[in-house]
T-cell receptor
Framework: AQSVTQPDIHITVSEGASLELRCNYSYGATPYLFWYVQSPGQGLQLLLKYFSGDTLVQGIKGFEAEFKRSQSSFNLRKPSVHWSDAAEYFCAVVAPGGYQKVTFGTGTKLQVIP | KAGVTQTPRYLIKTRGQQVTLSCSPISGHRSVSWYQQTPGQGLQFLFEYFSETQRNKGNFPGRFSGRQFSNSRSEMNVSTLELGDSALYLC????????????FGSGTQLSVL
């Protein structure tokens, strides 16, 4: 069975600073990989996804993520954080052919300070 | 295009009661998934329906059940509520392919007293 680890529960960054959120997965092959964001009291919104091809993927709101097969990682990055980026971020995996059974990480809560 | 609609937004129940939550997917989407979100356990997959058939099921007791109607709307039922069932229940819809993204509703916040 696949699993996802997000080692950082909380991260605090200053507005304008760069951001990297870590995600490691466990699966026999390369799964489909996703990053979602959840604002307080809301559902989740997709930031970006990877399932093949270029290992650096661009998403919405200026986010990008890099897939590294050797490290089983899919870290999310943003060069300059805005106050509106404060939210909870979830890494997720789906087994190819696994329909829509999505396994989520435990999430990283991002706080942005002025 | 209207988004995923979940009703009700908030529910308060007592132990032993049962509850039914509703989810209307985005028009044209045939897959509906349900997730339970709690501070301690995070997002846990409950089940997924596609064209009225349950395709996937998570590790929840049989008190948790669901169904999907011919118009793709879905309901989730929890019987004999326990305090630990207090959670945000999220519904998501998609085309049903594994590589496709999920569109989430805002959830139903269930409190069991």
């Amino acid at each position: 069975a696949q699993s996802v680890t997000q080692p950082d529960i909380h991260i605090t960054v200053s507005e304008g600073a760069s951001l990297e959120l870590r995600c490691n997965y466990s699966y026999g092959a390369t799964p489909y990989l996703f990053w979602y964001v959840q604002s307080p009291g809301q559902g989740l919104q997709l930031l970006l996804k990877y399932f093949s091809g270029d290992t650096l993927v661009q998403g919405i709101k200026g986010f990008e993520a890099e897939f590294k097969r050797s490290q089983s990682s899919f870290n999310l990055r943003k060069p300059s954080v805005h106050w509106s980026d404060a939210a909870e971020y979830f890494c997720a995996v789906v087994a190819p052919g696994g329909y829509q059974k999505v396994t989520f990480g435990t999430g990283t809560k991002l706080q942005v300070i002025p | 295009k209207a988004g995923v609609t979940q009703t009700p937004r908030y529910l308060i129940k007592t132990r032993g009661q049962q509850v039914t939550l509703s989810c209307s997917p985005i028009s044209g989407h045939r897959s509906v998934s349900w997730y339970q979100q709690t501070p301690g356990q995070g997002l846990q997959f409950l089940f997924e329906y596609f064209s009225e058939t349950q395709r996937n099921k998570g590790n929840f007791p049989g008190r948790f059940s669901g169904r999907q109607f011919s118009n793709s709307r879905s309901e989730m039922n929890v019987s004999t509520l326990e305090l630990g069932d207090s959670a945000l229940y999220l519904c998501a819809s998609s085309s049903g392919q594994a590589e496709e993204k999920l569109f989430f509703g805002s959830g139903t916040q269930l409190s069991v007293l």
